[in-house]
């Protein structure tokens, strides 16, 4: 799957970093997302969970 996220939805909650630590970090002057890796296998865990938990809705997976 396809990881996108939407600096401009994300409101810096950080739940994204707490939850795939390997694929999302925060901003440090303004604490939005940052994606480190974009690709992940389907169904991964760690990037579903990402998403689900995003209070703002900016994390969007597409299935290749
Ligand atoms: S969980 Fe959502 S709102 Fe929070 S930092 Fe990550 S993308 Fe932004």
């Given at each position: 799957?396809?990881?996108?996220?939407?600096?401009e939805?994300?409101t810096?909650?950080?739940m994204?970093?707490?939850?795939?630590?390997?694929?999302?970090?925060?901003?440090?002057?303004?604490?939005?997302?940052v994606?480190l890796?974009?690709?992940?296998?389907?169904?991964?865990?760690?990037?579903?969970a990402?998403?689900?938990?995003?209070?703002?809705?900016?994390?969007?997976?597409?299935?290749?």
């Amino acid at each position: 799957m396809r990881i996108a996220a939407d600096r401009e939805v994300c409101t810096s909650a950080g739940m994204c970093a707490l939850t795939a630590p390997g694929r999302f970090d925060q901003d440090e002057a303004d604490g939005r997302v940052v994606l480190l890796d974009a690709d992940a296998p389907d169904g991964d865990p760690e990037a579903l969970a990402a998403a689900e938990l995003c209070p703002s809705g900016a994390i969007t997976l597409t299935d290749l």
